[in-house]
């Protein structure tokens, strides 16, 4: 090898969900998507005492999937289906949008007064955009322990291991451990980009740290990524097939025309398709004027 893989890094901003303070990674300034993935909000860790940590009261979303993916603490899900699922971590709430469903994320009560995890967005691909809504919840995702560390397997398949979760193309989603002073060789797909974001501790990829609160994207055409961690660390790697298309994301939606976004946000509005969830107590969000949106590249 004469040159080392190109990583490109994009700074991450911070925002805020239903009061809670996160740091979004995705979509980037210069990169919208990385496979499917279209959307990474990162929260906590953080401590609390009374207050519920997380309240999302009622949105909708349609043209994609949700990931909901927990370090520590406690969320409740609740659906326009009527599905309540809690997620801890090491569990994966993965909520199908498809053609519309709206749902609330809480603390629960009796929760650990911790939370720190991720959220991520999957665009479904032209084909199932419009699938039925569904909601699944996967207690137990498949493991890999290595010399350096461990490899869960959130989506997609690796290191011989099938992650039950449904998906609707080409991906990879996985949580790499890897022990302080030590180093991790992970497999990839040379036919998919990849992405990694650093949840905790101190990695370098071929030498290079990669800073927490970036996303640090090394494109298509690798075998294997080698990660060397300075002390305990916990890292996200994300990939997949790039989409042949760019999709269009406004607000909680993903499509392919300006139309069908507006008609989401109408139908929102005009309490149309996506439903109701019956078990949130307040009200609902309120859908933002239409001012702009994200053309994914
Ligand atoms: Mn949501």
């Known amino acids: 090898m004469t040159q080392g893989p190109t990583l490109e890094s994009y700074a991450a901003r911070t925002t805020e969900v239903g009061g809670l303070g996160i740091?979004?990674?995705l979509p980037a300034r210069g990169r919208r998507m990385v496979g499917p993935w279209c959307f990474l909000d990162r929260y906590g860790p953080l401590n609390f005492t009374s207050e519920k940590a997380m309240d999302v009261a009622p949105h909708p979303h349609m043209g994609l999937q949700t990931v909901s993916w927990l370090l520590d603490g406690e969320i409740v899900h609740n659906d326009s289906l009527g599905c309540e699922a809690l997620?801890?971590?090491g569990q994966l709430n993965l909520m199908t949008a498809g053609k519309g469903i709206a749902h609330s994320e809480e603390t629960p009560k009796g929760n650990s007064g911790r939370l720190n995890g991720v959220q991520l967005w999957v665009a479904l691909?032209?084909?199932h955009q419009h699938t039925d809504p569904l909601f699944d919840h996967y207690a137990l995702l498949p493991e890999v322990e290595?010399?350096?560390g461990k490899v869960t397997i959130i989506a997609g398949d690796m290191l011989g291991q099938h992650?039950?979760?449904r998906i609707f193309s080409g991906i990879i989603g996985a949580e790499i451990s890897i022990r302080g002073d030590d180093k991790i060789a992970i497999p990839l797909s040379r036919d998919f980009e990849h992405a990694f974001f650093v949840l905790d501790g101190d990695v370098a990829?071929?030498?290079?740290?990669l800073q927490q609160a970036m996303l640090h994207y090394i494109g298509n055409g690798h075998d294997e990524a080698e990660l060397r961690a300075n002390e305990d660390s916990r890292v996200l790697l994300i990939g997949g097939e790039a989409f042949e298309r760019p999709v269009l994301m406004w607000w909680n939606f993903v499509g392919r025309t300006h139309d069908e976004l507006a008609q989401g946000r109408e139908?929102?509005?005009q309490h149309r398709r996506f439903g109701e969830v019956n078990a949130y107590r307040g009200p609902r969000t309120t859908a933002p004027e239409m001012l702009s949106m994200f053309l994914s590249s």
């Open 205 to 209: 990829f071929c030498a290079e740290p």
């Open 163 to 165: 992650s039950p979760a």
């Open 125 to 127: 691909p032209e084909e």
């Open 23 to 25: 740091v979004r990674a």
């Open 87 to 89: 997620v801890q971590p």
């Open 267 to 269: 139908d929102w509005e």
């Open 146 to 148: 290595l010399p350096a």
